[in-house]
């Protein structure tokens, strides 16, 4: 196995989940730059926020493309490679998550890379790996978003049910380990991107979305 096709697996997954579609798509539907809006992510919630459902749900679907793309980059260049795909969708949510397009200076000496918060590409990954799980993994993810009506906790919980969904197979039917060992990662990345809104939600400040914010609504 070529150390330099593992490496260049790697830099296209990368650079793949690095583009930043809800960055792009706010900019050209309403000419703002969606890093100085609300969360400032420029992940699919985000997007929803600054231009509309339209353009967050283009940005979540063209998100959870990376994670599939990745994929389907590692088994093309190095088919049955179940560890080089679980490593190639975890760049992608690197990528997505710490984009070198979205590349600030803040400071003498002092650097930051911007993204989103990794749910989509986390997805978009699983179902690289066993398209089935697009089938699981979204309509419980869809049941907590309306249902419990946090997008912070939907968002942790598409690497939750990932790890639980390929554990079971890992068990069951004797799929590779690599795939609960990409959930768990994923599942550290999209914690360490969710902090702030983790804060939040053990201070009770965190936003609504759903059913739960239209009832608030209701009640003013």
């Given at each position: 196995m070529?150390?330099?096709?593992?490496?260049?697996?790697?830099?296209?997954?990368?650079?793949v989940?690095?583009?930043?579609?809800?960055?792009?798509?706010v900019k050209?539907?309403?000419g703002?730059?969606?890093r100085?809006?609300?969360?400032?992510?420029t992940?699919?919630?985000?997007?929803?926020?600054?231009?509309?459902?339209?353009?967050?749900?283009?940005?979540?679907?063209?998100?959870?493309?990376?994670?599939?793309?990745?994929?389907?980059?590692?088994?093309?260049?190095?088919?049955?490679?179940?560890?080089?795909?679980a490593?190639?969708?975890?760049?992608?949510?690197?990528?997505?998550?710490?984009?070198?397009?979205?590349?600030?200076?803040?400071?003498?000496?002092k650097?930051?890379?911007?993204?989103?918060?990794?749910?989509?590409?986390?997805?978009?990954?699983?179902?690289?790996?066993?398209?089935?799980?697009?089938?699981?993994?979204?309509?419980?993810?869809?049941?907590?978003?309306?249902?419990?009506?946090?997008?912070?906790?939907?968002?942790?919980?598409?690497?939750?049910?990932?790890?639980?969904?390929?554990?079971?197979r890992?068990?069951?039917?004797?799929?590779?380990?690599?795939?609960v060992?990409?959930?768990?990662?994923?599942?550290?990345?999209?914690?360490?991107?969710?902090?702030?809104?983790?804060?939040?939600?053990l201070?009770?400040?965190?936003?609504?979305?759903?059913?739960?914010?239209?009832?608030?609504?209701?009640?003013?």
């Open positions: 070529s150390v330099i096709k593992i490496i260049t697996i790697f830099m296209l997954a990368y650079l989940g690095s583009i930043p579609f809800g960055l792009i798509f050209i539907l309403k703002h730059d969606i100085n809006i609300e969360s400032g992510r992940g699919g919630t985000n997007a929803g926020r600054a231009a509309g459902t339209g353009a967050g749900v283009l940005t979540g679907v063209m998100d959870f493309f990376k994670g599939f793309i990745a994929v389907m980059i590692a088994r093309t260049m190095i088919p049955g490679a179940p560890w080089i795909e490593f190639a969708a975890i760049f992608a949510i690197l990528g997505h998550n710490y984009s070198i397009f979205l590349l600030e200076r803040h400071g003498p000496g650097y930051l890379l911007r993204g989103g918060a990794g749910g989509a590409p986390c997805m978009g990954g699983s179902f690289g790996f066993y398209p089935p799980s697009l089938f699981i993994i979204l309509p419980v993810a869809m049941l907590i978003l309306f249902g419990v009506g946090y997008a912070s906790i939907t968002t942790l919980s598409i690497a939750f049910l990932a790890i639980v969904l390929f554990t079971i890992a068990f069951a039917f004797g799929s590779s380990w690599a795939y060992f990409y959930g768990v990662i994923a599942q550290i990345l999209l914690i360490i991107a969710l902090q702030s809104n983790i804060k939040r939600l201070s009770g400040n965190e936003r609504l979305v759903g059913i739960r914010a239209w009832l608030e609504k209701r009640k003013k």
